[in-house]
C-alpha cells in the first residue's frame, strides 16, 4: 500500500493534492492537525518574511491566525528545536524542557494557546534542505485524546512509513511551483 501511495504521490501535479492526500494519510496514523512551513529566506537571526514562505496547515482556521498573527510561531519551543537541530522529534521533549525550566515567557505563552487548541501530542520533523537559507519542517499534531505516551507507541510502531510519507511530502513540495517566483515567464 505504501508504495503505491508513494507513487501516486510522486505524480500529483499541485502542492494541493499533495497535502489534502498526506493530511488524509497522517490522519489514518492518528495525527488529524498538520502545521508545513517552508522558507527559503532565512538568515541567522531571522526566518524571513512569513509572506514569502509556504505554510499549509490542516488546523482550525482561529488556531492558525492566532498562531501566526500573533507571533506565536516565532516562539514555538518545536520551532527553536527545528532552528538547532533536524531530523525527529517527540514532543516529549517540550515537556522535558518545560520541567527543567527552559521556557521564556513567550514560549509558555505559546504552550499555553496550543493547550487551548488540544496540540499537546505529536512529533515534530525538520527536513534537510539543499541551502543554509532554506527550512522546512512539519508538526505533526496527534488527535485530541491522545497522550504523548501513546503517540510515542504509535511513532515506533509506524516510524518508516511516517518518515517516508513525510519525506516524500518534503521533496514533492520542494519541486512544485510555490509562488509567483518559481513561475517561469513568457520569454523562459
Not at 521533496?171 to 511551483?177: D, M, V
Amino acid at each position: 500500500m505504501i508504495a503505491d501511495d508513494i507513487l501516486e504521490m510522486i505524480e500529483m501535479g499541485s502542492i494541493e493534492e499533495v497535502w489534502d492526500f498526506h493530511c488524509r494519510r497522517m490522519a489514518e496514523y492518528g495525527f488529524d492537525r498538520i502545521l508545513f512551513v517552508n522558507t527559503r529566506f532565512k538568515t541567522s537571526n531571522s526566518l524571513g518574511p512569513m509572506e514569502d514562505a509556504l505554510i499549509l496547515a490542516s488546523h482550525p482556521g482561529d488556531y492558525v491566525e492566532r498562531f501566526f498573527g500573533e507571533g506565536h510561531y516565532l516562539h514555538g519551543p518545536m520551532m527553536r528545536w527545528c532552528l538547532e537541530n533536524r531530523g525527529v522529534c517527540s514532543w516529549n521533549w517540550i515537556r522535558e524542557q518545560h520541567e527543567l525550566g527552559r521556557f521564556n515567557e513567550k514560549e509558555l505563552r505559546t504552550l499555553a494557546l496550543n493547550r487551548e487548541y488540544g496540540v499537546t501530542a505529536g512529533y515534530t520533523i525538520c527536513f534537510k534542505c539543499g541551502s543554509a537559507r532554506s527550512l522546512s519542517g512539519i508538526g505533526l499534531t496527534a488527535r485530541r485524546g491522545l497522550s504523548q505516551p501513546e503517540v510515542d507507541r504509535l511513532w515506533v510502531e509506524n516510524e518508516r512509513d511516517l518518515k517516508l510519507y513525510n519525506k516524500i511530502l518534503h521533496l514533492k513540495i520542494s519541486s512544485l511551483p510555490q509562488g509567483a517566483e518559481d513561475r517561469l515567464t513568457d520569454r523562459q
